[in-house]
Nanobody, 118 residues
Framework: VQLQASGGGLVQAGGSLRLSCAAS????????MGWYRQAPGKQRELVAS???????NYADTVKGRVAIARDNAKNTVYLQMNSLSSEDTAVYYC?????????????WGQGTQVTVSS
């Protein structure tokens, strides 16, 4: 599985961004996709995830401001982020889980920088 993330950038506080993650390769084995972020000096943390059955999960810090969705036709997962603050500044990473031959594997895309200016 290969993941290509895009959509990061510089945005003012209160603004919005939409991140995209396009999956390729063994996409039929993917059972979950998500977005993680890592701010300077902090551990990588889950932002949101969506399973193949459309079950979603959000970090408490982004609930109500962020929405994750997937477009199966485009093999793409989106992360819509609204009401951004400086606390959202981080490198955002796309992640995919794949179940193959009885084992769960996880894949990472390259990070995309999100910078929120106050």
């Amino acid at each position: 599985v290969q993941l290509q993330a895009s959509g990061g950038g510089l945005v003012q506080a209160g603004g919005s961004l939409r991140l995209s993650c396009a999956a390729s390769g063994s996409i039929n084995s993917i059972n979950v996709m998500g977005w993680y972020r890592q701010a300077p000096g902090k551990q990588r943390e889950l932002v949101a995830s969506i399973t193949s059955s459309d079950s979603v999960n959000y970090a408490d810090t982004v609930k109500g401001r962020v929405a994750i969705a997937r477009d199966n036709a485009k093999n793409t997962v989106y992360l819509q982020m609204n009401s951004l603050s400086s606390e959202d500044t981080a490198v955002y990473y796309c992640n995919a889980g794949s179940f193959v031959y009885g084992h769960q594997f996880y894949y990472w895309g390259q990070g995309t920088q999100v910078t929120v200016s106050s």
